[in-house]
């Protein structure tokens, strides 16, 4: 996956539809890791946005418009990709590490940039047993 320090394509849609404000988010579009804030970018979170990568298939375009249309596939696919990046985190690093990345996952599936209206104990539950799943 290339990564370029600039908005992808779609910026102007993501940014009608998501609410950014106060995040400093990076996007996968297709085989492209966009870093418009050009953040340092962890293996784990590079791990999460591959999933996306895979989720994506041969159409970006497509995937986006339904996951921001659509707030129930945007959970399955963040669900998925927070859960691998839990198993990534399970295989690399300390028990103590492990707990701190379900903390702050389930803060960030939870948030308002995600619009879902969950709550951190929903998002926690649901990364927990996809993550089962997917072992």
Same mark, same amino acid.
């Given at each position: 996956?290339?990564?370029?320090?600039?908005?992808?394509?779609?910026?102007?849609?993501?940014?009608?539809?998501?609410?950014?404000?106060?995040?400093?988010?990076? *996007?996968?579009?297709?085989?492209?890791?966009?870093?418009?804030?050009?953040?340092?970018?962890?293996?784990?979170?590079?791990?999460?946005?591959?999933?996306?990568?895979?989720?994506?298939?041969?159409?970006?375009?497509?995937?986006?418009?339904?996951?921001?249309?659509?707030?129930?596939?945007?959970?399955?696919?963040?669900?998925?990709? *927070?859960?691998?990046?839990?198993? *990534?985190?399970?295989?690399?690093?300390?028990?103590?590490?492990?707990?701190?990345?379900?903390?702050?996952?389930?803060?960030?599936?939870?948030?308002?940039?995600?619009?879902?209206?969950?709550?951190?104990?929903?998002?926690?539950?649901?990364?927990?047993?996809?993550?089962?799943?997917?072992?």
């Amino acid at each position: 996956m290339k990564i370029i320090n600039e908005k992808p394509p779609n910026y102007l849609d993501i940014s009608l539809s998501l609410s950014l404000t106060g995040f400093q988010p990076i *996007f996968a579009y297709g085989d492209t890791l966009y870093n418009p804030h050009e953040l340092d970018i962890p293996e784990d979170v590079m791990y999460h946005e591959n999933i996306h990568c895979t989720q994506q298939g041969d159409n970006p375009t497509i995937w986006w418009t339904k996951y921001m249309l659509d707030s129930d596939f945007r959970e399955d696919q963040e669900v998925e990709a *927070f859960a691998g990046q839990l198993n *990534f985190i399970k295989k690399y690093y300390p028990n103590t590490a492990v707990k701190e990345a379900e903390e702050e996952m389930a803060s960030n599936l939870s948030s308002k940039l995600y619009n879902l209206g969950i709550s951190r104990e929903q998002a926690k539950t649901a990364i927990r047993i996809k993550a089962k799943d997917m072992v």
